[in-house]
């Protein structure tokens, strides 16, 4: 393993995918609450969601990568939490059935029958 975090520190951002990906690989993350960084993972859950200031990155860094088992045991369980969230929302599967689900509620599949019930055609939404 070649990190114990993420760290974002941006201003400004939309949503940064390298969120999703590091959940994915089981790394808490560190990072500013602005655009839609917020929606992605939960505070204290899948790691830290900041305002963006100094001092709050500080003492989060202090947090998570002081020497000792408690703050790997909290890095692990965040980052275990991540990973399950991460696979669950962000998962091709996952998207495909989101997708899915929200494009049948707009759009529910339709079926024609003739005179004598028979399909003439149907969409599948």
């Known amino acids: 393993r070649q990190s114990d975090i993420l760290l974002v520190t941006s201003l400004n951002e939309v949503t940064p995918m390298v969120i999703a990906e590091s959940m994915m690989r089981s790394l808490p993350v560190v990072t ?22 100094r001092l709050a990155f500080v003492s989060a860094l202090r947090e998570l990568c002081a020497p000792g088992p408690d703050s790997q045991r909290r890095r692990l369980q965040m ?34 029958l003739d005179m004598d019930g028979v399909v003439v055609d149907w969409d599948a939404g």
Do not use: W, Y
């Not at 609450?33 to 200031?53: D, M, S, Y």
């Not at 969230?85 to 024609?112: G, I, Q």
């Open 79 to 112: 980052g275990a939490a991540a990973k399950k969230h991460a696979d669950e929302t962000f998962s091709n599967a996952s998207m495909v059935a989101s997708f899915r689900r929200h494009a049948l509620r707009l759009s529910p599949p339709v079926v024609l």
């Open 32 to 53: 500013t609450n602005i655009g839609g960084i917020p929606e992605v993972l939960q505070h204290r859950t899948h790691g830290l969601v900041l305002p963006p200031e």
